[in-house]
């Protein structure tokens, strides 16, 4: 099959979990539909394998290096180290942020979780609390440069597109420019896009125009977009006046990014347009992401391999390692391709093999920075990165955690060299820019308390909870490689091959990662994993105790000695989602007749008392996506409430609750997303009562106070 087919209505909503075919399609690639690229042998019980190997295992990216890669003294060399960072403030279009503190607010007084939740629902529409509002700040088409024209489907090119707010926004960071908590800046991603949906009389992707395949690539990137508050509420919108100094549009067609870290300049990057392999264009498949210490946005670029096409043609050798990451090597046109080669033949692998191992980096932007390139750190590794999150040390190395969204893939982190300096100065700013940019890489690896008890039924153990240890094992630093066989490069490039390797633990779907800056806990979400027991594919375990996992669950580690560089952690799971009625749920413990439905856990975020904050992708039980929120300290602990759901075929992303606990922001993605939906028959009206249109929505309390309490 050569084309992604259009959905019609007869072919039903049924997809992977709750999601509907559609998203199935547009957004991954149909990958659930595809074999698992994980095809490693892996134990899923028994002894927790030991982080170094021996001395003579270690591979340097040297000379011995070369010859592994096979590509002589090219690659030997490639690894100096990355370019040097220009010096902020030298005509580079850069602003010291009058805020420096980046992290959530710290809420005095009682914490407590006291909103009333709301109730699933099917409703075309947002539903939040009683006695909170919301609005739209911004959507899909809307302005963002100065003089972008408004959203006309009918007259859209990639120029116009390339000055508007792009498509399906997932990540949410807000950043504030000013102390009186009156100006920030908001830095989004775009996913993907869904050209049934954007473009009028769609049919096939061969069928578009050249120029419509461009505008598509303009949708993807982020957005950076000043923000005002409006008067003393949680409300904000746009800032529309002015220079807008700060706002900015990243592509996935003209936006050229740096690569940082050991990785960069190897043989792997190099193409016959950067033969240098320092410069890659565009970002693609945007998911989650963090803000930093240092108030810069991380985002991860996820299901990067449905765009490409030719792989059937790439060289023999390379072929089981673009299958492993869900590139389909046995066909050139795989039925989930964007046909993109049309407007740009990197995309085509038999001609550009290596363009493939330039995307699946985390991205760094610097929003206060707009000429700034922003960079992709191949010192974080590459995989199908939903984010990373950071949290500062107790020794001032920062640490980054990241999961790898694929069935049976897996959780790393990862641990600067260099420490946070603190200051306000522009040699600190200048300095915490480089962080990412070297360090130690890992790889989760758990152990089980109670592996016996293990039946896939989600029966909660004998000694209460489903509990067990587990060691981070470093995968390489730097230059050197602690995987037998592989390079630094090797490693950073095909990270999930190294994970392999060193039997790294098989989880269900690890998404969003992210430390509570107030405890050091960490916390996973494990949307899901249908393949879960069936058939050849891994068993249930503890730390993924359901067969047909079909609604996720969450993860927490504490690291030992609450220092999250440690080696060695601690691990639970808190919540197993689902019907609370359902047996199989578990909800830590808590009275469960008091507890939300939940379905697909996706994105975690934190308020500034600690709360923890879910939304959903893909709701399992029948309702629309929403976002949750729980205690996890005290009594209230799994007690876990609605706040909010979004409307029909959409997914729930962000969130991002602001410093002063205020406002919180979400992004509606994919509205409408249902099969048979098109341009001219919409499946949802949100949120103009024509056509759908993802956007940005921002959530506050009608009294003023702290959102949650």
Same mark, same amino acid.
């Given at each position: 099959?050569?084309?992604?087919?259009?959905?019609?209505?007869?072919?039903?909503?049924?997809?992977?979990?709750?999601?509907?075919?559609?998203?199935?399609?547009?957004?991954c690639?149909?990958a659930?539909?595809?074999?698992v690229?994980?095809?490693?042998d892996?134990?899923?019980?028994?002894?927790?394998?030991?982080?170094?190997?021996?001395?003579?295992?270690v591979?340097?990216?040297?000379?011995?290096?070369?010859?592994?890669?096979?590509?002589?003294?090219?690659a030997?060399?490639?690894?100096?180290?990355?370019?040097?960072m220009a010096?902020?403030?030298?005509?580079?279009?850069?602003?010291l942020?009058?805020?420096?503190?980046?992290?959530?607010?710290?809420?005095?007084?009682?914490?407590?979780?006291?909103?009333?939740?709301?109730?699933?629902?099917?409703?075309?529409?947002?539903?939040?609390?009683?006695?909170?509002?919301?609005s739209?700040?911004?959507? =899909?088409?809307?302005?963002?440069?100065?003089?972008?024209?408004?959203?006309?489907?009918?007259?859209?090119?990639?120029?116009?597109?390339?000055?508007?707010?792009?498509?399906?926004?997932?990540?949410?960071?807000?950043?504030?420019?000013?102390? #009186?908590?009156?100006?920030?800046?908001?830095?989004?991603?775009?996913?993907y896009?869904?050209?049934?949906?954007?473009?009028?009389?769609?049919?096939?992707?061969?069928?578009?125009?050249?120029?419509?395949?461009?505008?598509?690539?303009?949708?993807?990137?982020?957005?950076?977009?000043?923000?005002?508050r409006?008067?003393?509420?949680?409300? =904000?919108?746009?800032?529309?006046?002015?220079?807008?100094?700060?706002?900015?549009?990243?592509?996935?067609?003209t936006?050229?990014?740096d690569?940082?870290g050991?990785?960069?300049?190897?043989?792997?990057l190099?193409?016959?347009?950067?033969?240098?392999?320092?410069?890659?264009?565009g970002t693609?498949?945007?998911?989650?992401?963090?803000?930093?210490? =240092?108030?810069?946005?991380?985002?991860?670029?996820?299901?990067?391999?449905q765009?490409?096409?030719?792989?059937?043609?790439?060289?023999?050798t390379?072929?089981?390692?673009?299958?492993?990451?869900?590139?389909?090597?046995?066909a050139?046109?795989?039925a989930?391709s964007r046909k993109?080669?049309?407007?740009?033949?990197?995309?085509?692998?038999?001609?550009? +093999?290596?363009?493939?191992?330039?995307?699946?980096?985390?991205?760094?932007?610097?929003?206060f920075d707009?000429?700034?390139?922003?960079?992709?750190?191949?010192?974080?590794?590459?995989?199908?990165?939903?984010?990373?999150?950071v949290? /500062?040390a107790?020794?001032?190395r920062?640490?980054?955690?990241?999961?790898?969204?694929?069935?049976?893939?897996?959780?790393?982190?990862?641990?600067?060299?260099?420490?946070? #300096?603190k200051?306000?100065?522009?040699?600190?700013?200048?300095?915490?820019?480089?962080?990412?940019?070297?360090?130690?890489?890992?790889?989760?690896?758990?152990?089980?308390?109670?592996?016996?008890?293990i039946?896939?039924?989600?029966?909660? +153990?004998s000694?209460?909870?489903?509990?067990?240890?587990?060691?981070?094992? #470093?995968?390489v630093?730097?230059?050197?490689?602690?995987?037998?066989?592989?390079?630094?490069?090797?490693v950073?490039t095909?990270?999930r091959?190294?994970?392999?390797?060193?039997?790294a633990? #098989?989880?269900?779907?690890?998404e969003?990662?992210?430390?509570?800056?107030?405890?050091?806990k960490?916390?996973?979400?494990?949307?899901?994993?249908?393949?879960?027991?069936v058939?050849?594919?891994?068993?249930?375990?503890?730390?993924?105790?359901?067969?047909?996992?079909?609604?996720?669950?969450?993860?927490?580690l504490?690291?030992?000695?609450?220092?999250?560089?440690?080696?060695?952690?601690? =691990?639970s799971?808190?919540? /197993?989602?689902?019907?609370?009625?359902?047996?199989?749920?578990?909800?830590?413990?808590?009275?469960?007749?008091k507890v939300?439905?939940?379905?697909?856990?996706?994105n975690?975020?934190?308020?500034?008392?600690?709360?923890?904050?879910?939304?959903?992708?893909?709701?399992?039980?029948?309702s629309?996506?929403?976002?949750?929120?729980?205690?996890?300290?005290?009594?209230?602990?799994?007690?876990?409430?609605?706040?909010?759901?979004?409307?029909?075929?959409?997914?729930?992303?962000?969130?991002?609750?602001?410093?002063?606990?205020?406002?919180?922001?979400?992004a509606?993605?994919?509205?409408?997303?249902?099969?048979?939906?098109?341009?001219e028959n919409?499946?949802?009206?949100w949120?103009?009562?024509?056509?759908?249109?993802?956007?940005?929505?921002?959530?506050?309390?009608?009294d003023?106070?702290?959102?949650?309490?």
């Open positions: 099959m050569t084309e992604r087919p259009r959905l019609l209505p007869l072919l039903g909503p049924a997809g992977h979990g709750g999601r509907d075919a559609m998203t199935c399609i547009y957004r690639g149909n659930c539909a595809h074999p690229p994980n095809e490693s892996n134990p899923y019980f028994g002894d927790v394998v030991q982080t170094e190997v021996s001395r003579r295992g591979v340097r990216a040297g000379a011995v290096g070369a010859l592994v890669l096979g590509f002589g003294g090219a030997a060399g490639a690894l100096a180290g990355s370019p040097a010096a902020p403030g030298n005509g580079s279009g850069a602003t942020p009058e805020v420096q503190d980046f992290t959530p607010a710290r809420r005095p007084g009682n914490a407590a979780l006291t909103f009333k939740p709301i109730p699933p629902n099917k409703l075309d529409t947002l539903v939040v609390p009683n006695g909170y509002d919301h739209v700040v911004i959507r =899909w088409g809307d302005p963002v440069l100065p003089g972008a024209p408004e959203l006309d489907v009918h007259k859209q090119t990639a120029a116009r597109q390339t000055q508007q707010f792009g498509y399906n926004n997932d990540f949410v960071g807000v950043l504030p420019l000013d102390r #009186k908590g009156e100006r920030a800046l908001l830095v989004v991603n775009h996913e896009t869904n050209e049934n949906l954007m473009f009028p009389n769609f049919t096939t992707f061969d069928a578009m125009s050249v120029e419509q395949l461009r505008v598509a690539m303009a949708a993807h990137g982020l957005s950076v977009v000043e923000l005002e409006v008067g003393e509420t949680g409300e =904000w919108k746009p800032v529309r006046k002015g220079k807008l100094k700060y706002n900015r549009r990243i592509t996935a067609h936006t050229k990014f690569f940082t050991p990785a960069a300049g190897s043989a792997w190099k193409t016959a347009a950067d033969p240098k392999g320092r410069t890659a264009i693609l498949n945007n998911c989650a992401g963090g803000v930093t210490p =240092w108030g810069t946005v991380l985002s991860g670029e996820e299901n990067f391999n765009y490409f096409v030719g792989a059937d043609g790439a060289p023999e390379l072929k089981p390692k673009l299958a492993r990451y869900g590139i389909t090597t046995t050139r046109y795989p989930d993109w080669e049309r407007a740009d033949e990197r995309f085509d692998l038999a001609k550009h +093999p290596n363009e493939a191992h330039r995307f699946g980096w985390i991205v760094e932007v610097d929003p707009p000429e700034a390139a922003p960079r992709k750190h191949t010192a974080l590794g590459r995989f199908k990165h939903e984010g990373a999150n949290i /500062v107790k020794d001032d920062v640490v980054a955690y990241m999961g790898d969204d694929e069935r049976f893939d897996y959780l790393y982190k990862f641990v600067s060299d260099k420490k946070f #300096k200051g306000d100065s522009w040699t600190a700013r200048e300095h915490n820019l480089t962080l990412l940019e070297s360090g130690t890489l890992y790889v989760a690896k758990l152990d089980y308390t109670s592996a016996d008890e039946d896939g039924s989600g029966k909660v +153990p000694d209460g909870a489903f509990n067990g240890r587990g060691k981070w094992i #470093k995968l630093r730097g230059n050197t490689s602690y995987v037998p066989g592989m390079t630094a490069a090797d950073l095909f990270t091959l190294a994970g392999d390797a060193v039997g633990t #098989k989880m269900d779907r690890p969003d990662v992210e430390p509570s800056l107030l405890t050091g960490v916390y996973v979400a494990l949307t899901n994993n249908t393949n879960r027991g058939g050849t594919n891994p068993k249930a375990d503890e730390a993924n105790p359901r067969t047909n996992n079909k609604h996720g669950h969450v993860l927490e504490v690291e030992d000695r609450g220092d999250n560089t440690s080696e060695t952690f601690a =691990w799971v808190p919540i /197993v989602c689902g019907d609370p009625a359902d047996a199989s749920t578990y909800f830590a413990g808590y009275d469960k007749t939300s439905p939940i379905s697909c856990p996706d975690v975020a934190f308020d500034g008392s600690g709360n923890l904050w879910i939304s959903t992708d893909g709701n399992a039980l029948g629309n996506d929403g976002l949750f929120a729980t205690a996890i300290e005290g009594p209230e602990r799994g007690h876990l409430k609605q706040f909010l759901t979004v409307p029909l075929g959409a997914e729930t992303c962000g969130p991002f609750i602001t410093t002063d606990n205020r406002s919180v922001f979400v509606v993605q994919h509205p409408g997303e249902l099969s048979g939906a098109s341009l919409p499946a949802s009206n949120p103009d009562g024509d056509f759908a249109k993802p956007g940005v929505v921002v959530t506050w309390r009608l003023g106070d702290v959102v949650g309490s």
